[in-house]
């Protein structure tokens, strides 16, 4: 089970990455087993010394009771603090941001690879996406 985001790869340059737990809550393990997760347009955000993901959508377990999750709701990674001091002081000096690139399950538990990213500009994308076409064509030309 592994859930990419591959709007990031497009939209940013990824410099480097690092590896978070989510902190979940009830039913919303079981429906991240089941890949009902979707990190296309969310981001993560240091606040008070916490890192949290924003705008992660994890589906309600059809399953679950009355006491069933929120399916937006931001939720706490769990980093160190030297690291999220490090990643605060990249985002605030160096003007980088925070995307998740993916949700997987290693051991049982929640991890999310996180990208810390610049913003790619309009040529850059164009250049990507010439790169793509060509290599596309030079697949379809050998077969």
């Known amino acids: 089970m592994e859930i990419n985001n591959k709007k990031a790869y497009f ?5 480097d990455e690092l590896e978070a737990g989510i902190v979940l809550q009830g039913t919303e393990i079981k429906s991240v087993r089941k890949s009902s997760v979707n990190i296309k347009d969310s981001y993560i955000r240091i606040k008070n010394d916490e890192a ?3 705008n992660m959508y994890i589906a309600k377990y059809e399953n679950g009771s009355v006491f069933n999750h929120d399916e937006y709701r931001e939720r706490k990674l769990l980093l160190h603090k030297k690291e999220i001091r490090k990643l605060k002081e ?4 160096d003007g ?13 538990h929640a991890k999310v690879l996180i990208g810390v990213c610049k913003g790619k500009k309009i040529y850059d994308k164009r250049d990507a996406i010439k790169k793509k076409d060509i290599e596309r064509e030079t697949r379809k030309g050998i077969r």
């Not at 990249?90 to 000096?93: A, E, H, L, R, S």
């Not at 980088?96 to 049982?108: A, E, I, N, R, S």
């Open 52 to 54: 949290l993901i924003i």
């Open 90 to 93: 990249k985002i605030t000096v």
């Open 11 to 15: 939209n940013y340059t990824v410099e």
């Open 96 to 108: 980088y941001t925070l995307v998740p690139l993916k949700v997987y399950l290693k051991d049982g």
